[in-house]
């Protein structure tokens, strides 16, 4: 499975990765809607990377291997298809990229990323300068730069860097947001590239602690441990996910080295002032957040995903500052359901106020 998302009826959509098939559902599991097989005709699919709802009618998926954007009504029927190129800036002088769509809005904007490649890496511990393209009908492409991804090179094979710096990326209905791993720092930019502001406070991660180190290689193979130790950074990421919800706020998941405990997520206004703290069950990555329902992926120990929803409920009180909406964030969850496939999950007891 490599996504879920919100449909504009509110159904959910799910991208098999493996089957190459889109799936609907509705709000209690029951499916509506299967497309898409292997091949390279109308509505087949080489790949499956992503499925989103860009417009209150459709949903679009990408195909890397394609470099197709194909668009599609909730029943499966094409709408359109073009190729990857045409929402994309050209590439600049240098070795290819491969884009990656992360966002897409009712008036036709698509925002790709890209790694720049140099033409050389040197061995060992590199960044590599990954690039933001907006593209809307009318207007030429716009291009954010100053974003980088660590890698280590070693032998000419290239990899991520373990725990190194990523950049990440949240499209709401009218603006991007972006933010490196390594600081507690989100931008926020217009879907016409105009730099709006940042928010957070700029600090970094933890510093990394022998017993993180030991923790952190306990998880990799004794023959590469040794090699694997030498790139650790000094520094753990200091945040590690962004969304954003169906009223524009923004969601940060802080980094957390234990996969096993609750993840910590701060609810943002769009202003960028906190207005939540939360915790979600250990191993759920969420996907999409709407209407008090957080949509994502549950990795169970047969390494078997599984959509889940999560409805939250909260309890509202006045040291809590209202959102622009008038409407506000509770002080903690009081308890979550999963309405798909798995049937009631025990409640999430308190798990502490809002910070």
């Not at 509705?26 to 990377?49: C, I, Q, Y």
Request: with cysteine; glycine share 10%.
């Amino acid at each position: 499975m490599v996504g879920a998302t919100w449909a504009p009826s509110g159904n959910i959509v799910v991208a098999d990765g493996l089957g190459l098939v889109v799936e609907a559902f509705d709000s209690m599991g029951r499916p509506v809607a299967r497309w898409g097989r292997k091949g390279e005709g109308p509505g087949e699919f080489r790949s499956l990377m992503q499925a989103m709802a860009c417009d209150d009618e459709h949903v679009t998926v990408w195909d890397p291997a394609l470099a197709r954007l194909s668009v599609f009504t909730e029943a499966g029927a094409v709408v359109a298809e073009f190729p990857e190129a045409e929402v994309r800036a050209p590439p600049s002088a240098g070795p290819p990229r491969r884009a990656r769509l992360i966002g897409c809005s009712a008036e036709g904007v698509y925002v790709t990323s890209a790694r720049a490649l140099p033409e050389r890496f040197r061995e060992g511990v590199d960044s590599v300068a990954v690039q933001i393209e907006i593209a809307a009908p009318g207007r030429d492409p716009v291009v954010l730069d100053g974003y980088v991804e660590q890698v280590v090179m070693l032998n000419g094979q290239m990899g991520p860097r373990p725990l190194g710096t990523r950049t990440l990326f949240a499209v709401g209905r009218d603006r991007l947001y972006v933010a490196r791993t390594d600081l507690n720092r989100i931008d926020v930019f217009s879907l016409d590239g105009t730099r709006l502001g940042s928010f957070g406070d700029g600090t970094r991660g933890r510093r990394l602690t022998a017993e993180d180190r030991t923790r952190v290689l306990d998880g990799v193979r004794a023959a590469a441990r040794r090699l694997y130790a030498s790139y650790l950074p000094d520094y753990a990421p200091a945040i590690a996910q962004l969304l954003v919800d169906d009223e524009g706020r923004v969601w940060v998941r802080a980094f957390a080295l234990d996969q096993v405990e609750p993840s910590r997520w701060s609810i943002h206004a769009p202003s960028g002032e906190v207005v939540g703290v939360l915790d979600l069950p250990a191993g759920f990555e969420p996907t999409a957040v709407r209407a008090g329902r957080v949509l994502g992926v549950w990795r169970d120990e047969f390494d078997a995903d599984h959509v889940r929803v999560y409805a939250v409920e909260t309890a509202s009180g006045p040291e809590l500052p209202p959102l622009p909406d008038g409407s506000s964030v509770g002080k903690r969850i009081l308890n979550s359901i999963s309405a798909l496939w798995g049937g009631i999950l025990p409640a999430l007891q308190d798990r502490g106020p809002c910070e």
